[in-house]
């Protein structure tokens, strides 16, 4: 299962949670795990067209993704979503 951590800003659209674990084994599956399980967070994540949000940033172990490939992740892989705020 691949781990999934999210910024302290987004646990309240998974329940609460800042690490939980999907049965994911491609950045495609991630995405229809994520919308079926979380759809709040699926939709503060990706727009209607299913793209990456511009003010979400996602890592696959430390390493920033563009969601334009179909990388494989392993059950070890780690996803870190990051959601950029500004304030002035």
Avoid at 30 to 51: A, R, S, T, W
Wanted: a negative charge.
């Amino acid at each position: 299962m691949t781990t999934i951590l999210v910024s302290p800003f987004l646990k309240k659209y998974c329940t609460g949670q800042e690490e939980f674990s999907l049965d994911t084994n491609t950045l495609n599956s991630f995405k229809n795990e994520l919308k079926n399980i979380y759809p709040d967070l699926y939709n503060v994540i990706f727009n209607n067209e299913g793209q990456l949000n511009g003010f979400v940033n996602i890592y696959l172990n430390g390493s920033r993704l563009n969601f334009v490939d179909t990388k494989d992740l392993n059950p070890s892989d780690t996803l870190e979503i990051i959601v950029s705020i500004s304030g002035g």
